[in-house]
């Protein structure tokens, strides 16, 4: 069913938001993100301001932040575009957030490669430390969203919490990352297989392996 | 002009012109939902398919693709008939199958399309998704499960209507079209999207559930709620007409009207005066037509009689009138009811000279004290167009009033118009093709007219191919009224000096009738609204969608409208009422029925007799240019309540409630 998601009231909402307005910092960074796009083209500016304005809230409220309706509107008298043209754009991307959020925004992908990696178990994790699929835990730490691919593959399963990406995850190691961040440490960010970097094949190369020491022409034996 | 080959058939098409546009010039059908010819190219319905080589070997949108030299292009194959098939399907998975509680039934394009280019079964078996309604205010009722996302609405409103209020929100398949925040749509036009929708998902909430269109009776008329003259197609039944519908009219009102025009008509069965009234001791009493008649001839009026028209009234009314009057020896005849006595020496000087559908072309406009949005909102859409895609520059001098297009607004102070700023003045001096629009509130200050006709000359903004001096009236009577001589020197003032014993009130309502208190006040009209509580004698008369008529628009056009219903209880036409009347008083109008009534209008005034623009030359007079300074008023204070019927009607009451006024009737959406 495609309804609406659970937009908070909008008097409230504009009682408490209502007066938003950029802090000192973040209108030097708004006027150098408007300058980046030609005259008469500021409508353009519509998103990274609008991720600007959703940190912003996520400052104020210690979260990862969310766009109140007051300040969608605040963005859009900003560049002079109507509201409906922000509002457009804040819902159709799912990184802008209608409704508060936690702390933590975990986002765990579920499509194919995930899940056939194991993002059930990386989803058990998150459902055993009291999470459910859009809600806030009582204790406003976590929000546990399923998202589609985020186009780390290679690393399946893995979860985006704020801005960061975990990857190559299993039960445990979700477990420690959500322990980590409750108790307000940093845990190890990307890949948590110690064999890994980044995104390289495990225990060394399987192509191309010529390729690691010097230059090889291939083509010869094609 | 590209040469391309449609099924066979090889056509040359004008440069630009799309696949589509070359198709239907071929005189072929392409089925489609989001293309428009009024709005700009979405192509995300993917209906119009066709098949197009050279190019990729796929079907091609036709909306969205421009023709090429040698293109050659099919219509009828079996690739394209299979992709239709194939989106038709799509669109249908999640269209509800309620066609039978659907007031789209009957005039649905889905439908329509589905039953000539669908499958004829579903391979579907899933969930169908659903969407919750969507509050869009007084005029428009959705059922959003039904949208098929064609942008439509959202591109009039943004495009035609200027109130960029409607957009698609979400993604996907959970894509929704809302109103902001679901707030009424504060637009006088947002009726239009009705039209537009192609499916039932935007339906008139005011007709919810009315009737079905084969069952209506279709009539053509002429608008008479403004002085636009938007053509219109009277939808009745029976003894009631259930809807006006715009036609097409590219001169006039393109293919859109304003809310107003759709959504009086629950007026017309309300508050409608279906008897005669005489006032005796005080109290108005039902009577008979011949103790009504009794009543006037007792006033023993001789030669000193009057007729003042409202803003309703056609031309023949007021020629049958006109005849009375003049036959029974008097001139006294007046239509600016609310006081205007601005010159009508010549008409061109009053007149909308630059015509609606060429307003849109001028490069410098000024409003002079109109609120074109509320005085004439299909003249506004011109404007708009004119500001909006054309890039005009735009100058006020009035009352300050969102347009839906920037404005430059000069100030509200009349002496403006004498002097205007330099940069106005400039910018107007150098337009090749300036525009002058004075409004009603400009019209109604001294020296405004004078200033602005002078102001017209010091531009030069009447040369070879353009006039560029122009009148928006509120009235749909005016310019008829004009032309058939219902106007003084002094305006209203002459008549009350005159002190006439006995004055017909055609209609209406807006004069100060604490003037006429020692007249024998007639009133002639439909609805028992001010008029009627003033009047001694009550005439009950025909609404507009109850005769044949002629009326003449702002811009002089003459236009005929049909009768669509018979008038209520014992209220008769008008042109009958002043014939039967005559025959009271003992005078000769000199017309027995309603053709011979015309005959003699047109005889009198032959610019009546031929529809099209009346002409009326350019030879204004030389008037006073010096307005006063003080601020110019603003005449209409509430777009949806000018009339008798508005009064009349709920929708409209509502609208101005809401609209206007700000109550708040947001439903909760469940």
Redesign the interface.
């Known amino acids: 069913?495609?309804?609406?998601p659970q937009i908070p009231d909008?008097a409230e909402v504009r009682a408490r938001w209502g007066a938003f307005a950029w802090t000192a910092e973040n209108a030097e960074k708004a006027k150098a993100i408007i300058a980046r796009y030609p005259a008469g083209r500021q409508r353009s500016a519509v998103m990274p301001l609008l991720d600007l304005a959703q940190r912003q809230v996520g400052a104020e409220t210690e979260t990862q932040g969310w766009l109140p309706?007051p300040v969608i509107e605040y963005v859009a008298a900003e560049l002079d575009m109507?509201?409906?043209?922000a509002?457009?754009v804040a819902?159709?991307y799912t990184m802008y957030n209608l409704a508060p959020v936690g702390r933590y925004h975990v986002q765990v992908c579920g499509t194919t490669p995930c899940l056939l990696r194991g993002s059930d178990d990386i989803m058990a994790a998150c459902k055993n430390r009291g999470m459910t699929k859009g809600k806030t835990t009582p204790d406003g730490l976590f929000t546990l969203t399923e998202v589609e691919c985020m186009g780390t593959c290679t690393n399946a399963p893995m979860v985006q919490i704020n801005d960061d990406n975990y990857e190559d995850l299993d039960y445990d190691s979700m477990v420690r990352i959500l322990d980590d961040l409750a108790a307000g440490k940093q845990p190890k960010t990307g890949t948590q297989n110690p064999k890994r970097h980044t995104s390289e094949p495990e225990g060394g190369p399987t192509t191309l392996k010529e390729m690691v020491k010097a230059n090889h022409d291939y083509r010869k034996e094609w | 002009m590209p040469k391309v080959t449609v099924d066979g058939v090889e056509l040359d098409v004008p440069q630009g012109a799309t696949v589509l546009q070359a198709c239907e010039m071929a005189g072929k059908e392409i089925p489609r939902f989001c293309y428009h010819e009024r709005l700009s190219i979405a192509g995300n319905c993917r209906m119009c398919l066709v098949e197009v080589s050279p190019g990729p070997p796929k079907p091609q949108a036709s909306c969205a693709l421009p023709t090429a030299e040698g293109q050659v292009i099919k219509t009828d194959s079996p690739m394209v008939k299979k992709a239709r098939e194939g989106v038709m399907e799509f669109l249908l998975i999640n269209h509800p199958l309620d066609c039978p509680i659907c007031d789209q039934g009957g005039e649905c394009d889905l439908q329509d399309q589905s039953v000539a280019y669908g499958r004829g079964a579903t391979r579907y078996d899933e969930n169908k998704r659903a969407v919750t309604e969507k509050y869009m205010g007084p005029i428009v009722k959705t059922v959003m499960t039904r949208c098929i996302q064609c942008t439509r609405c959202v591109r009039f409103a943004e495009e035609v209507a200027g109130v960029e209020d409607i957009g698609a929100i979400y993604r996907g398949e959970n894509m929704q079209i809302t109103s902001y925040l679901e707030h009424a749509v504060a637009s006088e036009l947002s009726g239009n999207i009705v039209d537009l929708c192609p499916v039932g998902a935007l339906t008139s909430k005011p007709y919810a559930f009315e009737a079905r269109p084969w069952e209506l009776t279709k009539t053509l008329g002429i608008d008479m709620m403004d002085a636009v003259g938007t053509n219109v197609r009277i939808d009745s039944r029976g003894r009631q007409v259930l809807r006006v519908l715009p036609r097409v009219n590219d001169d006039v009102n393109e293919e859109w009207a304003s809310d107003k025009t759709r959504h009086h008509v629950d007026g017309l069965i309300r508050r409608r005066l279906d008897r005669p009234y005489v006032r005796k001791g005080g109290q108005l009493a039902e009577a008979t037509w011949a103790e009504a008649f009794d009543a006037i001839k007792a006033a023993k009026a001789g030669k000193s009689v009057a007729a003042i028209a409202g803003d309703l009234v056609d031309c023949e009314t007021m020629f049958a009138a006109k005849a009375l009057v003049n036959a029974l020896g008097s001139t006294l005849l007046e239509g600016r009811q609310t006081g205007l006595d601005y010159d009508v020496s010549s008409l061109s000087a009053v007149n909308f000279n630059t015509t609606i559908a060429e307003a849109e072309n001028a490069d410098v406009i000024l409003l002079i004290g109109t609120n074109l949005r509320w005085e004439a909102p299909l003249i506004n859409t011109r404007i708009r167009k004119a500001a909006w895609k054309k890039g005009a520059k735009v100058f006020a001098v009035g009352p300050e009033k969102d347009q839906t297009y920037k404005v430059t607004w000069l100030g509200d102070d009349a002496s403006l118009v004498a002097k205007l700023p330099a940069s106005a003045l400039d910018a107007l001096k150098s337009a090749e093709r300036p525009l002058i629009i004075l409004g009603g509130g400009g019209l109604a200050v001294p020296g405004v007219h004078g200033a602005a006709l002078a102001l017209a000359k010091s531009v030069n903004a009447v040369k070879d191919g353009w006039n560029g001096f122009s009148v928006v009236h509120m009235a749909a009577s005016r310019m008829g009224g004009l032309m058939l001589g219902y106007a003084q020197a002094g305006g209203i003032k002459d008549i009350v000096a005159a002190k006439p014993k006995l004055a017909f009130f055609l209609g209406a309502d807006e004069v100060d009738f604490t003037a006429f208190d020692k007249t024998l006040k007639v009133y002639v009209g439909h609805h028992g609204d001010k008029g009627a509580h003033a009047a001694d004698v009550i005439l009950p008369a025909a609404a507009w969608t109850e005769k044949d008529f002629t009326t003449v628009n702002t811009e002089g056009r003459v236009q005929r409208s049909e009768k669509a219903v018979f008038a209520p209880g014992d209220a008769r036409e008008d042109w009958s009422i002043f014939r039967a009347l005559a025959d009271a008083l003992g005078a000769s109008v000199g017309f027995d029925s309603f053709d011979e009534c015309r005959a003699a209008m047109i005889a009198a005034v032959p610019a009546l007799g031929t529809e099209g623009l009346a002409g009326y030359g350019w030879s204004v007079p030389k008037l006073d240019a010096k307005p006063a300074k003080g601020p110019i008023p603003s005449p209409i204070k509430d777009f949806y309540l000018t009339n008798a019927i508005c009064r009349a009607s709920p929708t409209m009451q509502r609208c101005s409630e809401e609209l206007v006024h700000g109550a708040d009737f947001a439903e909760a959406a469940e």
Do not use: G, K, L, T
Request: proline content about 7%.
């Open positions: 069913m495609a309804d609406a909008e309706v109507p509201f409906m043209r509002y457009e819902s159709f």
